[in-house]
């Protein structure tokens, strides 16, 4: 399990860095409406699925 963490951290670490030298707003804009799409979508399934589990029914998106 540390070494899953490990290597999460240092992929999250590449990626940060790789942020932090993006001279390019559109680009940058780009990512952030990546990032906030994919959190939205994460926190449904984490509803749906978390209602699922313990046998109630989520809400809908």
């Known amino acids: 399990m540390a070494d899953r963490d ?4 240092f992929v999250v ?5 790789a942020i932090d030298a ?3 707003v559109a680009e940058l804009r780009r990512i ?12 449904d ?3 749906y699925f978390g209602g699922q589990a313990m046998g109630i029914t989520p809400p809908k998106p």
């Open 13 to 17: 670490e590449t990626q940060a860095r």
């Open 6 to 9: 490990l290597s999460r951290q």
């Open 32 to 43: 952030a409406k990546t990032l906030l799409t994919a959190w939205h979508l994460q926190s």
């Open 22 to 24: 993006c001279n390019d």
């Open 45 to 47: 399934m984490t509803r």
